[in-house]
C-alpha cells in the first residue's frame, strides 16, 4: 500500500504496534527535546523550544533526574517519554511504570542484574492518563489561557478548504449576518449580500406577493444567511431558507427530495485512471447549484419572508410582502434533488452515461479520444479526458450553466492534489485541516510528538457517568474527532483505527478519551506533509477498451478488542492496479467466537467492497482480470473458504463460507 512517509498498512489498520522497552531518565529527556527529538515526526507547531532549552539547563543544575521508562518502535528506534506498553497474544494492555522516590527505596531489593529497579505494573486508569506527555511549559500555558478567552466557540469548524488567505483557521468559519456585519469587514460582506441579491434576480428565484395573499395556515419560512470567508482570500455569502420547518405535506413531498453524491472510492477511482492513462483533470464550478432546480407543477407552494439584508430593494410597497418561491433555494428539503435532475439532464444532452454503480459519476467513450470522464460533487464538477477533450467538454457544459473555470485540478473535496504525470502518481494532503489543529487546540497538553497515532496497546472504554467532561470540552472533543475523522477518510487512512476508537465515545467521552484525541491530534500535525499517494501499477493509453485492470484485497482483524463487548476490529484495504481505493477500520457488528471467525468477517467485508470496486469499473465498459485475489493472514479462515466442509465449531458461520466459496467458483 502506498502511503507517503512509509506508512505500513499493517500499523494503519490494526491497533497492534510491537514494542521495546528502554529506560530514559528526565534529562535524557531534555537533551533529545532539544537536539531534535522529533526526527521522525516533525516538529511540533505549538511547542516553544526555547523553553525547552529552559527546562533543560534547570535539569543540569539542579541535577535533578528521575527515572521513566519509554517506549522505542522496533523499526525508527525513536523514543518517547511515555507509560510503558506492551502487548499479549490475545489482547494488548498498557501499564504504568512511573515510580516515585519513596517507592524506590521500598523496593530497593527487587533489582535486576544490571540493577534497574522492578516494580509490579500497575493498571492504567483514567488518572494516570492524565500523566502522559511532559509537564505544561509557560508557552503551552499562556497558549492554553488565551484559548480559554474564546467563550463564543461553537462546533462549526473548519473541515475541507485549501488556500493560503487567512493567518489563523478560526477566520475561516461560518458567520451569520449579524455577525459579519458586526466584523470589521462589514462592508465587503455587504457587497457579497448584494450579488446574492442580484443572483436571486437574475434566476427569477422568487416573485413578491402580499402577505395577505397567502393561503391561511400556510407556515411562511424565514431565512438564515451563511457567510463564510475562503482559504483563498475571497468572501461568500450565501441565502438559505429554514428548510427544517418545512412541513411534510404542505411545503415537499417526503418521497422525493433524496439526492446522491458521489463517494470517496469513485473519486479515488477515476483520479487513478487519471494517472495510468496521463489525463488531464479540469475543474468548473456551477454558480448558484441549487437555484437551478425548478419545482414542479404539482408541487406545493413555498413562501419565505424578505430576508435580512435585502429589504432596501422592497421598500416601495405599503403593505407587508413576502416571496413566493419559484425555483428551489439553499436550504429547501427539495433543492439537492431538482438540482440533481437537472444535472441528470444536462449529462444526458451531452452523451454522457450515468454510471449504474455511482449515479454521480457520468461517462462516455469518444471514437477518437476515448474514456471521458464527468465528477459531480454538488456545484463542482470535474473532468478527466485528454487535454484536448477537456477543452471542449468545459466548453460544452457552459453552454448549460454558468460557470467559473477553475482551472486544472488543484484541490478536490476539501484535499490539495499534487499530480505527477511523469512519475504517474497523485498525492492527497489536507494542509489548511492540518493547520487548524495547531490553531484551535493550542490547549491540549503537549510532550514529544508521538511516533504512533495512539498509544501503543491502549484500548479505550467507556467512562463512569460523573467522570465526563464538561458541556465545552465535549463540545471541543466532538470538534477535534470530526477533524480526525475527515483526515482519515480522505488522506490520513494511518490515522483510521485511532479515530475509530475515538469516535466511539463521541457521546460522553472522559478525561481518557481527551487525552487519546489530543495524543492523535499532536501525532497529525507534527506530520503535516503525510498523505495519501496513489501510484498505480501498469500504463493505460485510456482508449482501448480490452486492456484488463486489477483488483485485490487485503483484511486484517483484531481479536476480541473491546473489553466490553468483545468484539473485534476488522481492517480492510482494496487496491485498483495497486492503488489503495478503499480502506478503513471498524468494530464488528457481531461478537464472534473464534480468531478464525473474526477473520472469516474481515475478509467478508473486504470482498463486499472489492465487488462494489469491480462494479464501478466495469460500468464504464473496462475490463477486470479475473478472478481477484484477496489476501489474509489467518490460514483456518483460508481452508474454510477453499473448502465445502460444514460442520463442527464453523456450522453456525456457513452463510459466510458459501458466499466466499460461490464467489471463488464463480471466478
Known amino acids: 500500500m502506498y502511503y507517503q512517509d512509509d506508512i505500513n498498512a499493517d500499523t494503519a489498520m490494526l491497533p497492534e504496534i510491537r514494542v521495546d522497552i528502554t529506560e530514559l531518565n528526565a534529562l535524557d529527556q531534555a537533551v533529545q527535546a532539544a537536539a531534535g527529538m522529533r526526527q521522525a515526526g516533525g516538529t511540533d507547531p505549538v511547542l516553544d523550544e526555547t523553553e525547552v532549552e529552559n527546562k533543560l539547563a534547570s535539569l543540569v543544575s539542579n541535577k535533578s533526574i528521575k527515572s521513566e521508562t519509554t517506549v522505542k518502535s522496533d523499526q525508527h528506534g525513536i523514543k518517547s517519554d511515555d507509560s510503558e506498553a506492551r502487548e499479549g497474544e490475545d489482547d494488548a494492555s498498557s501499564v504504568n511504570t512511573e515510580a516515585s522516590d519513596s517507592s524506590i527505596k521500598e523496593e530497593a531489593q527487587q533489582r535486576t542484574k544490571f540493577g534497574r529497579v522492578v516494580k509490579q505494573p500497575t493498571q492504567l486508569t483514567t488518572s494516570k492518563l492524565g500523566e502522559w506527555g511532559m509537564g505544561m511549559l509557560a508557552a503551552e500555558i499562556r497558549l492554553m489561557q488565551a484559548q480559554q478567552l474564546n467563550d463564543d466557540a461553537d462546533e462549526v469548524h473548519l473541515i475541507g478548504a485549501t488556500g493560503k488567505g487567512f493567518t489563523h483557521t478560526t477566520e475561516l468559519h461560518v458567520m451569520n449576518y449579524k455577525q459579519a456585519m458586526q466584523s470589521a469587514d462589514a462592508p465587503a460582506w455587504q ?263 495512539a498509544k501503543p496497546g491502549s484500548i479505550l472504554t467507556k467512562c463512569e457517568e460523573s467522570k465526563k467532561l464538561d458541556d465545552k470540552q465535549h463540545s471541543h472533543y466532538r470538534t477535534g474527532v470530526g477533524k480526525l475523522l475527515y483526515l482519515a477518510m480522505h488522506s490520513r487512512p494511518d490515522i483510521a483505527n485511532a479515530v475509530r476508537d475515538l469516535a466511539r465515545h463521541c457521546h460522553a467521552p472522559s478525561e481518557a478519551h481527551w487525552h487519546a484525541m489530543c495524543w492523535c491530534i499532536r501525532y497529525v500535525r507534527a506530520t503535516p506533509d503525510r498523505g495519501l499517494l496513489l501510484k498505480p501499477s501498469g500504463v493505460w493509453d485510456g ?70 470496486v469491480y462494479r464501478v469499473v466495469t460500468a464504464m465498459e473496462l475490463q477486470v482480470q479475473l478472478p481477484m485475489m484477496v489476501e489474509m493472514d489467518n490460514s483456518g479462515a483460508r481452508d474454510l473458504v477453499n473448502s465445502w466442509s460444514v460442520g463442527g465449531r464453523t456450522r453456525h458461520v456457513d452463510v459466510r463460507m458459501f458466499f466466499l466459496r460461490e464467489l471463488k467458483e464463480d471466478g
Open 191 to 453: 457587497v457579497e449580500v448584494d450579488k446574492e441579491h442580484d443572483r436571486m434576480i437574475k434566476n427569477d428565484v422568487w416573485e413578491v406577493i402580499p402577505k395577505s395573499a397567502v393561503p391561511k395556515g400556510t407556515r411562511i419560512l424565514k431565512s438564515v444567511w451563511a457567510m463564510k470567508p475562503k482559504a483563498d482570500g475571497s468572501k461568500r455569502a450565501r441565502l438559505n431558507a429554514r428548510g427544517c420547518s418545512q412541513v411534510p405535506g404542505q411545503h415537499y413531498d417526503e418521497d422525493n427530495i433524496s439526492s446522491p453524491v458521489t463517494n470517496t472510492t469513485s473519486i479515488r477511482i477515476a483520479f487513478t485512471i487519471l494517472v495510468m492513462a496521463s489525463l488531464a483533470g479540469w475543474v468548473v464550478d456551477v454558480n448558484g447549484a441549487f437555484l437551478l432546480g425548478e419545482f414542479k407543477e404539482d408541487d406545493p407552494k413555498i413562501y419565505m419572508d424578505i430576508p435580512e439584508g435585502m429589504t432596501k430593494w422592497y421598500t416601495q410597497y405599503s403593505q407587508p410582502i413576502v416571496v413566493k418561491l419559484k425555483k428551489c433555494l439553499y436550504g429547501t428539503k427539495q433543492a439537492a434533488r431538482y438540482y440533481y435532475d437537472k444535472v441528470v439532464e444536462v449529462m444526458r444532452k451531452m452523451k454522457c452515461a450515468r454510471c449504474k454503480a455511482d449515479p454521480c459519476l457520468f461517462f462516455k467513450w469518444h471514437p477518437k479520444d476515448g474514456l471521458v470522464l464527468w465528477l459531480t460533487k454538488i456545484d463542482d464538477k470535474l473532468c478527466i479526458a485528454n487535454p484536448e477533450r477537456v477543452q471542449i467538454e468545459k466548453e460544452e457544459i457552459k453552454k448549460h450553466f454558468q460557470c467559473d473555470d477553475v482551472g486544472a485540478v488543484k484541490d478536490y473535496i476539501g484535499c490539495k492534489t499534487e499530480i505527477n504525470n511523469e512519475e504517474r502518481y497523485v498525492k492527497f494532503t489536507q494542509p489548511v485541516l492540518v493547520q487548524s489543529l495547531s490553531d484551535e487546540f493550542e490547549d491540549i497538553p503537549q510532550g514529544a510528538s508521538p511516533m504512533t497515532p
Open 543 to 612: 482508449k482501448d477498451k480490452s486492456f484488463k485492470f486489477t483488483i485485490r484485497g487485503r483484511s486484517y482483524s483484531n481479536y476480541a478488542t473491546d473489553p466490553e463487548s468483545r468484539r473485534s476490529v476488522t481492517g480492510t484495504v482494496v487496491y485498483l492496479n495497486d492503488s489503495p481505493i478503499m480502506f478503513g477500520s471498524v468494530t464488528q457488528k457481531h461478537v464472534m467466537l473464534s480468531v478464525t471467525e473474526a477473520e472469516l468477517a474481515a475478509v467478508v467485508s473486504v470482498v463486499q467492497d472489492m465487488m462494489y
